[in-house]
C-alpha cells in the first residue's frame, strides 16, 4: 500500500533559523510529488511539483529537493509569515490517473 | 486571476438537514474533485469529475453526492448530514493527468461545515 511519512509533526524554529522538513513514501513508482502549504482555516496553496530523483526546485526561501524515497523542503532563514503546515502529495503509479496519497502535514511555527 | 471559487465559506447546518456546498473555477480544467478535512488530518477524495465522468471512492459514504452540470461548476451534497460530518470540504481542479502523468491540483479556500 502507498504511505507518504511526514516529519516531524510540529517544528518551532526562532526568525532566521533554517530548518527542513521530510516528506518519505512508499510507492510501487512516482508520477510525481507536490508540495503545498496551508494556513489555518484555508485551502492547500500549490508551492511545487518534484517528477524524479534529483530534481530541485526554489521559490524564495523554500526549497524543494527529491531522492527515490523521500523529498525535503528547505527553509532558509524563515520569517514569521512562513509559519503555516506543509503538505506534501504523492501521485504514485498504478494509482488511478488522478488520486493523490497525502501526508499529514508538519506545522511550522516560526517566532519572531 | 485564474481561481478555484467556493461558496459559502463557512456552512452551519442542523443534524440532518441536507446542504449544499458549491464550487466554481475559471482554470478550464478537466478535473474537478471534492476532498473532506478534518481538523489536523491529511485531505481525503471522496470523489472526483473526469469532464461529466464521476468517479467515487470506494469508502465515500452514500450520503455523500456530486453534480457537475458544466465545467466550471461542481457541487456537493450531503443529504443528511451527521456530527461526524463536521469538517473543512476542498474542491480542487487539475488538467489532465494523461497516461502515466500527473499534473497539479489546485484547491480552493475550502467550507467550514458546522453541524448542530
Known amino acids: 500500500e502507498d504511505q507518504v511519512t511526514q516529519s516531524p509533526e510540529a517544528l518551532r524554529l526562532q526568525e532566521g533559523e533554517s530548518s527542513s522538513l521530510n516528506c518519505s513514501y512508499t510507492?510501487?513508482?512516482?508520477?510525481?510529488l507536490f508540495w503545498y502549504r496551508q494556513d489555518p482555516g484555508k485551502g492547500p496553496e500549490f508551492l511545487f511539483t518534484l517528477y524524479s530523483a534529483g530534481e530541485e526546485k526554489e521559490k524564495e526561501r523554500l526549497k524543494a529537493t527529491l531522492t527515490k524515497k523521500e523529498s525535503f523542503l528547505h527553509i532558509t532563514a524563515p520569517k514569521p509569515e512562513d509559519s503555516a503546515t506543509y503538505l506534501c502529495a504523492v501521485h504514485p503509479k498504478g494509482s488511478n490517473d488522478y488520486k493523490l496519497s497525502f501526508g499529514a502535514g508538519t506545522t511550522v511555527t516560526v517566532r519572531a | 486571476d485564474a481561481m478555484v471559487i467556493q461558496n459559502p465559506r463557512y456552512q452551519v447546518t442542523q443534524f440532518g438537514k441536507p446542504v449544499t456546498l458549491s464550487c466554481s473555477q475559471t482554470?478550464?480544467?478537466?478535473?474537478m474533485y471534492w476532498y473532506q478535512q478534518k481538523s489536523s488530518q491529511a485531505p481525503k477524495l471522496l470523489f472526483h469529475y473526469y469532464d461529466k465522468d464521476f468517479n467515487n471512492e470506494a469508502d465515500t459514504p452514500d450520503n455523500f453526492q456530486s453534480r457537475r452540470p458544466n465545467t466550471s461548476f461542481c457541487f456537493l451534497d450531503i443529504r443528511s448530514p451527521g456530527l461526524g460530518d463536521a469538517a473543512m470540504y476542498l474542491c480542487a481542479t487539475s488538467g489532465l493527468a494523461g497516461v502515466g502523468g500527473t499534473d497539479t491540483q489546485y484547491f480552493g479556500p475550502g467550507t467550514r461545515l458546522t453541524v448542530l
Open positions: 482554470l478550464n480544467h478537466n478535473v
Open positions: 510507492v510501487s513508482g512516482l508520477r510525481g
